[in-house]
């Protein structure tokens, strides 16, 4: 079975790969993930977790040469066609997921909606950051011709 993931762009920390993890550790029947190709976020985050745990991974793309108006609901559209069930993750403002979540309704899929609070994933960035500075940075090797 295929599950898809959509969520919003400005959750970007590993809670998103929590969720789809706690997601597919409790159903084994899920062989697939079924996303966007989006450059940030909880989709890129989906592929990377796909990537990490050897899962399949379809992507659907915009086409915006065949649909100039609307082409972000029909990709979106096409994402849950192909999906037996959506994890929709959610910052609570994007409107990009609020839309999606009500397209999902529309075609009557079953689906898991999780709020994540941004403000969480600020502190985490932030304290990552500060960890990342105060560390040692590693010398550049020098090679010698011969250790080529």
Known sequence: M???VFGSRSIKDSRV????ADFLNGRPGFDMLVTTQEPKGVCALAQVYA???AIPLE???LNIKKYARGAFEHRSDEVIK???????????????TKNELERVKKFNKPYKYV??????ELEREENSDILRENQPKEKPKKYDFFDL
């Open 51 to 53: 990537k990490e745990n």
């Open 115 to 120: 709020k994540l609070d941004k403000s969480t």
């Open 17 to 20: 790969k929590i969720e789809i």
């Open 59 to 61: 992507l659907h793309f």
């Open 82 to 96: 192909s999906a037996d069930f959506i994890l929709l993750i959610h910052d609570g403002e994007s409107q990009g």
């Open 2 to 4: 295929k599950l898809a």
